[in-house]
């Protein structure tokens, strides 16, 4: 029973450290809603995924919104508003990149 309990502990941390650290640049790109980006300019779409998923989705799904936040920094975009964020096994997002002053 115990070893099971150390397994499942050693999973879960292998796991969390499985996630990326946004660069400065992505850092940079902020989440929005359509009321942020009413005055902002249309830069392109943007889309991420990740192949951590299943028990590890939410650390899946930050590695893929990272992802296409870096899209959208290379783009010269200052906010995504997410269109689509899905977990499950392969997680993947899509989004819409802006410029905003």
């Known amino acids: 029973m115990n070893l099971q309990?150390?397994?499942?502990?050693?999973i879960v941390f292998l796991f969390a450290g499985c996630a990326?650290?946004?660069s400065p640049a992505?850092?940079?790109v902020l989440d929005?809603?359509?009321a942020m980006i009413e005055s902002c300019k249309?830069?392109?779409s943007v889309s991420g995924s990740s192949g951590w998923g299943n028990l590890a989705a939410s650390t899946g799904i930050?590695?893929?919104?990272?992802?296409?936040?870096g899209q959208a920094a290379r783009l010269g975009a200052t906010h995504v508003?997410?269109?689509?964020v899905m977990g499950g096994y392969?997680?993947?997002?899509?989004?819409?990149?802006?410029k905003c002053q």
């Open 5 to 10: 309990l150390v397994l499942i502990a050693a």
């Open 20 to 22: 990326t650290t946004p």
């Open 26 to 28: 992505v850092q940079n």
């Open 32 to 34: 929005a809603d359509q």
């Open 42 to 44: 249309f830069i392109g």
């Open 62 to 69: 930050n590695n893929a919104k990272n992802e296409a936040r």
């Open 81 to 84: 508003v997410w269109l689509s």
């Open 90 to 98: 392969s997680p993947n997002v899509s989004g819409n990149a802006y």
